[in-house]
């Protein structure tokens, strides 16, 4: 006769057990490291677009924690709840109003896994909601820099920072 027997079945479904139980570890911090590295790059991509877009609008640009429905800027700064980028070409720190030929916001980020947290400091370490661009492509209103940081919420979870400079210039860090 060809075949298994019971005994050899369950051998073998033990191993794979085994198996599983050492990787799933591994596998898990795998994940958390690739989650927090595409938000990182999901961001750094947000900002220089919102900079592209003040130099071509011609107009200042705001990248802002999103309000609950994602249609303009919230007043919190928590930036985990995600974020919008739109134009305020009246500098008044909320988003224009939106229309067929320019819609506003042009980008709606949702929010960020739980294991993640982002947050947003100016250069006297205070907590900001919004980072500007304005038409000449210099960032905020007195020229100071941002600094955003990403962090994880588990163990071994590495903090990768974003400056944006008063000139406006993007760096990850």
């Known amino acids: ?11 073998v479904i033990a ?3 085994i198996v599983a139980v050492v990787a799933v570890p591994s596998l898990q911090g795998t994940i958390h490291d690739f989650r927090q590295k595409t938000a990182l790059s999901l961001l750094v991509s947000d900002l220089n ?7 071509k609008r011609n107009a200042r640009v705001l990248l802002c924690v999103r309000n609950t429905a994602g249609t303009g800027c919230a007043t919190g700064t928590n930036w985990s709840v995600g974020w919008i980028a739109c134009t305020d070409s009246n500098t008044d720190g909320s988003c224009d109003t939106s229309s067929s030929t320019n819609p506003n916001p042009f980008i709606v980020r949702p929010a960020l896994d ?18 500007r661009f304005n038409p000449n492509s210099t960032q ?3 020229g100071s820099a941002a600094t955003l940081t990403l962090s994880g919420t588990w163990s071994s979870a590495t ?8 000139t406006g210039n993007i760096s990850k860090h």
């Open 49 to 55: 677009q919102a900079r592209s877009e003040a130099i």
């Open 1 to 11: 006769m060809r075949g298994f027997t019971t005994i050899e079945l369950l051998i």
């Open 15 to 17: 191993i794979a057990a």
């Open 114 to 131: 739980s294991t993640l947290t982002l947050s947003a400091v100016d250069a006297s370490a205070a907590a900001l909601s919004l980072v």
């Open 140 to 142: 905020g209103a007195g």
């Open 159 to 166: 903090s990768n920072t974003v400056t944006v400079a008063g």
